[in-house]
């Protein structure tokens, strides 16, 4: 995939509204990419974040870290869905969790300021920053779900399901973590002689 801003942006507006050719211009000139390596971190807890993150290439994941040091991964984001510190983006609190790239990423960064000029100039924009909360609101209350009701293996084949190349890509302690399993509880499900 091209890494210039018009190609992501063509990306974006297939994946989810078609905006209209003045919209992408302003959209191409107000925007920038980031390139990440491994593991970078682009919000960090306590920080104020008025960015919002498109997953242009690679893969990210929100977290937190607990009293006792353990790192708990909220959730991922990968090719084509959006990530950002919910609170602080809409709220303009300090973020309550951390961001940073998985594996090497691209991301196309889009400011609050941006996205409310784009959204009360043009009614596409408005209907593409819907469907991106609306995405993200359903994919949460799935996991809220998935953590209240559904057993460990039950959620692992969930997320296998949904993410089938995501054991290739993340690490399996962010996995476990993710589900609410302890790395031991992971590896007996991934095991097939294994039941739990």
């Known amino acids: ?15 989810y509204v078609a905006l209209p050719e003045d919209c992408i211009q302003e959209l191409i000139t107000k925007c920038k990419i980031l390139i990440l390596d491994k593991e970078e ?27 006792n040091g353990k ?25 309550t969790f ?12 889009i400011s609050r300021a941006t996205a409310n000029y784009l959204s ?3 009614r596409a924009f408005e209907r593409l920053e819907k469907k ?3 995405n993200t609101l359903i994919k949460l209350q799935q996991r809220i779900s998935a953590l209240q009701f559904e057993d460990a293996r039950h959620k692992y084949e969930n997320l296998i399901n949904t993410q089938p190349g995501i054991l290739r890509r993340i690490p399996l302690s962010y996995i476990a973590s993710y589900l609410g399993i302890t790395l031991e509880t ?8 294994n039941i739990i």
């Open 1 to 15: 995939m091209a890494h210039d801003i018009s190609s992501i942006v063509d990306e974006i507006t297939c994946h």
């Open 41 to 67: 971190e682009i919000i960090k807890t306590g920080q104020y974040s008025d960015k919002t993150y498109y997953v242009a290439a690679g893969s990210a994941r929100a977290f937190y870290i607990k009293e």
């Open 71 to 95: 790192e708990v991964t909220e959730w991922f984001a990968f090719n084509g869905e959006f990530i950002c510190s919910v609170n602080s983006f809409f709220q303009n609190i300090p973020s």
């Open 98 to 109: 951390s961001i940073s790239s998985v594996e090497p990423a691209v991301l196309l960064e």
């Open 120 to 122: 009360d100039k043009y």
């Open 132 to 134: 991106v909360i609306t």
């Open 186 to 193: 992971l590896s007996r499900i991934r095991n097939p002689k």
